[in-house]
């Protein structure tokens, strides 16, 4: 499978997960896209395939990255992988009566700039949506094999729950807990911060530049 992502592979890839739908997923993937750029890092994101509302249009998860990026929405996710269906890209296939996705073939569209150092990959939903007609988004980035797996969680209620059972659905040690829409002045999300680091011992993160520095290899302050 590892073939199908050789040509041009980044120097640096690293899979993005989230604990849900609508946690922040698209939007922390191009903070660190642009933070790398900031710091002279040739980076780049991919989101395999789409689906969105029509009223989403021009704001999709493939535009949003295009933007930090600089590259065209359509070198992010290929056309044809942009389903104009409020669902699960599989479900979404089904409605429009297109055919199946296989987690190969997705794998197979990922197309990187020459010279990438860190190439981002975004998945869909949570770890457990499916993303394919054949796995979900955990499946799909085993598959992908990359160096580096970022797992992207709100910071308020329920965040130690749904960070553990996605971590348990990853099965993959070292991945890095990023506490999206973190508030420094809220009991609870430093409780939840301290617990899933102390408790858990899961290395956590609630900055951008901590992301930036971990996925280069750096000692981030983890915090």
Same mark, same amino acid.
């Given at each position: 499978?590892?073939? /199908?992502?050789?040509?041009?592979?980044?120097?640096?890839?690293?899979?993005?997960?989230?604990?849900?739908?609508?946690?922040?997923?698209?939007?922390?993937?191009?903070?660190?896209?642009?933070?790398?750029?900031?710091?002279?890092?040739?980076?780049?994101?991919?989101?395999?395939?789409?689906?969105?509302?029509?009223?989403?249009?021009?704001?999709?998860?493939?535009?949003?990255?295009?933007?930090?990026?600089?590259?065209?929405?359509?070198?992010?996710?290929?056309?044809?992988?942009?389903?104009?269906?409020?669902?699960?890209?599989?479900?979404?296939?089904?409605?429009?009566?297109?055919?199946?996705?296989?987690?190969?073939?997705?794998?197979?569209?990922?197309?990187?700039?020459?010279?990438?150092?860190?190439?981002?990959?975004?998945?869909?939903?949570?770890?457990?949506?499916?993303?394919?007609?054949?796995?979900?988004?955990?499946?799909?980035?085993?598959?992908?094999?990359?160096?580096?797996?970022?797992?992207?969680?709100?910071?308020?209620?329920?965040?130690?729950?749904?960070?553990?059972?996605?971590?348990?659905?990853?099965?993959?040690?070292?991945?890095?807990?990023?506490?999206?829409?973190?508030?420094?002045?809220?009991?609870?999300?430093?409780?939840?911060?301290?617990?899933?680091?102390?408790?858990?011992?899961? /290395?956590?993160?609630?900055?951008?530049?901590?992301?930036?520095?971990?996925?280069?290899?750096?000692?981030?302050?983890?915090?």
């Amino acid at each position: 499978m590892s073939e /199908l992502v050789v040509e041009n592979r980044p120097t640096i890839l690293v899979g993005i997960v989230g604990v849900g739908t609508a946690i922040g997923k698209t939007w922390t993937t191009a903070r660190v896209l642009r933070a790398l750029r900031e710091r002279g890092i040739s980076a780049a994101a991919r989101k395999p395939a789409q689906s969105y509302a029509e009223t989403e249009l021009g704001t999709t998860d493939a535009e949003v990255l295009s933007w930090a990026g600089g590259d065209l929405p359509l070198d992010v996710c290929p056309e044809h992988r942009w389903y104009p269906v409020p669902m699960a890209p599989p479900m979404a296939a089904e409605v429009l009566g297109l055919g199946r996705i296989e987690g190969t073939e997705l794998l197979g569209e990922i197309h990187w700039p020459s010279a990438t150092h860190v190439g981002l990959v975004e998945t869909v939903g949570g770890v457990r949506s499916p993303m394919t007609h054949d796995t979900d988004s955990a499946g799909f980035v085993a598959l992908l094999r990359p160096d580096r797996i970022l797992l992207v969680a709100d910071a308020g209620l329920g965040t130690i729950n749904s960070v553990r059972l996605s971590i348990e659905a990853l099965d993959v040690p070292g991945c890095l807990v990023f506490l999206n829409r973190f508030d420094g002045a809220s009991d609870l999300h430093r409780r939840n911060r301290d617990w899933l680091t102390f408790s858990d011992g899961h /290395l956590t993160a609630t900055d951008v530049d901590d992301v930036c520095a971990w996925i280069l290899g750096e000692e981030p302050p983890v915090r």
